[in-house]
């Protein structure tokens, strides 16, 4: 401490020190070098930089024993810089009051008078200076928020302005705002407003998002779909895995059933419409994939057949439905409709594991809700591949070729899944031969891609997959056939 003490006083003192060996110089000798107005003149100059350096002494050691020892010391955190500021422009009033009472001789009552006077046309004129400037050191006081924190400030108008504080100054906030731009606003706005800040108590927010769906869904399915959209959008650019997303069916409207999507994010690394952007995309490809669409206002007059909300269940809907799946959309009607019958669904519960790594296995499985892990065992150890999403199909190798599996996928939430069995493409494939070759050259494109063999030369590329695809065929019909 002594050592900071004689860093933030040298100079002063010196400058003390110097214009007082000058003032003593010319009081001794200076009636013989100047007339009497000019030493009047220097001696007068000279004093007021006598208190102007003893002010600014007081000042510094006042900054450095009161502000950063001693209130440190007592609250544990460093003082606002507002307040020092404030202190620091008290002490240069406090200084130029005291060299117009000991220098000019002027009475403390005529400075004070003079004071209140000036103060008085000073507040009327800067009335909204001087409010923002109280605004500002009430929020040095409570300190709703500090440099760093992501803070929403929106008012009675449902006007918001989100973003994070990189400062706060005697008069102004400066806000970085979710849409990259530096806003400074007024400290009296920021008081006058309902302010939520997103790093308080504790770095991470909770956020909620509302979806509406039709009446005819059933809660478990939706939450089901909701949930795995969820699960889906915890990442970097998403939301945070734990404290975990959830769905809760809040209740209905005349639109529709509400569900209440929470999750939590930390605004500092992701901005709550990034992540908002990342849960919106999920979900409305989640209910793509499941046939559903939110819900419509029902107050809207629509000219055109509402559209109907689809279940896998149904046998007509399972065609559409398998129309967006990458393996059948080159598919004619005559064999989607053959692959529906034969196209059996089956329910997983959380962490019901589905495919074994290593086991023998004669079916493809089609994912059409909910959401898959997929994961294999090295060494002993687990490692995590990748989540399969709604309209993912695996095991497709092991229904065309036979081959063992080669991956574990488990079930990371409620999933419904679909299963085509060798003994059922092998009936549709007797019929329709077709089958298996548009079936081929889908995982021939897949493998291709997964290997990371594909080109940007069309020719080179397009020669790869048909050479792939021929075989593979060969081994499926080596596999099916005998051949």
């Keep these: 401490m002594i050592k900071n003490i004689f860093q933030v006083a040298i100079l002063p003192i010196f400058i003390l020190l110097f214009i007082s060996s000058l003032l003593l110089v010319i009081k001794l000798w200076g009636e013989l070098l100047l007339p009497v107005w000019a030493l009047q003149f220097v001696l007068t100059f000279f004093e007021i930089l006598l208190w102007l350096a003893g002010g600014w002494l007081f000042n510094r050691l006042l900054s450095l024993l009161f502000w950063d020892i001693l209130i440190q010391k007592i609250t544990h955190v460093h003082p606002p810089k507002l307040l020092v500021q404030l202190s620091g422009i008290f002490v240069s009033i406090l200084t130029l009051s005291l060299i117009a009472h000991f220098v000019f001789n002027e009475p403390l009552t005529t400075i004070i008078a003079a004071a209140g006077g000036l103060g008085f046309v000073l507040g009327f004129a800067l009335q909204g200076l001087i409010l923002d400037l109280f605004s500002g050191l009430a929020i040095q006081m409570d300190q709703p928020f500090k440099e760093g924190d992501f803070v929403n400030c929106h008012n009675r108008f449902g006007e918001t302005l989100i973003g994070r504080v990189e400062e706060t100054t005697w008069r102004t906030t400066r806000l970085w705002t979710t849409d990259r731009n530096l806003v400074i606003v007024p400290n009296s706005y920021i008081t006058k407003t309902i302010l939520t800040n997103y790093s308080l108590p504790q770095a991470m927010a909770r956020f909620e998002l509302d979806y509406t769906l039709d009446f005819s869904i059933p ?177 497709e190798m092991a229904l065309l070729t036979g081959e063992k599996r080669s991956a574990d996928v488990t079930s990371s939430i409620e999933s419904l899944v679909g299963e085509l069995t060798k003994k059922s493409i092998m009936s549709l494939a007797e019929e329709n031969p077709e089958i298996l070759e548009k079936m081929t050259a889908v995982v021939a494109k897949r493998r291709l891609k997964n290997k990371e063999m594909t080109t940007k030369d069309l020719k080179e590329n397009y020669e790869a997959i048909e050479n792939e695809q021929k075989n593979l065929m060969e081994r499926v019909t080596n596999f099916f056939f005998g051949k």
Aim: hydrophobic share 35%; no cysteine; proline share 5%.
């Design 219 to 395: 809660t478990d399915r939706a939450t089901r779909i909701f949930n795995a959209a969820l699960l889906e959008s915890i990442g970097p650019k998403g939301i945070l895995s734990s404290p975990s997303p959830k769905t809760i069916f809040t209740g209905v409207n005349s639109d529709g059933a509400v569900y209440k999507l929470k999750y939590f994010i930390n605004p500092i690394k992701v901005s709550p419409p990034k992540a908002r952007n990342t849960i919106n995309t999920n979900v409305m490809h989640h209910l793509s994939y499941a046939g559903i669409t939110p819900s419509y206002d029902r107050q809207d007059i629509f000219y055109e057949k509402m559209p109907r909300q689809k279940s896998w269940e149904n046998k007509e809907d399972r065609m559409d439905l398998l129309r967006n799946i990458d393996l059948f959309q080159e598919f004619s009607s005559e064999l989607i409709e053959a692959i529906t019958g034969s196209f059996d669904l089956k329910k997983l519960k959380t962490e019901e594991i589905l495919i074994n790594q290593g086991d023998d296995g004669e079916s493809l499985f089609v994912l059409v809700e909910g959401l898959l892990e997929v994961s294999i065992q090295l060494e002993g150890e687990k490692k995590h591949l990748t989540l399969l999403r709604p309209g993912s199909f695996l095991g």
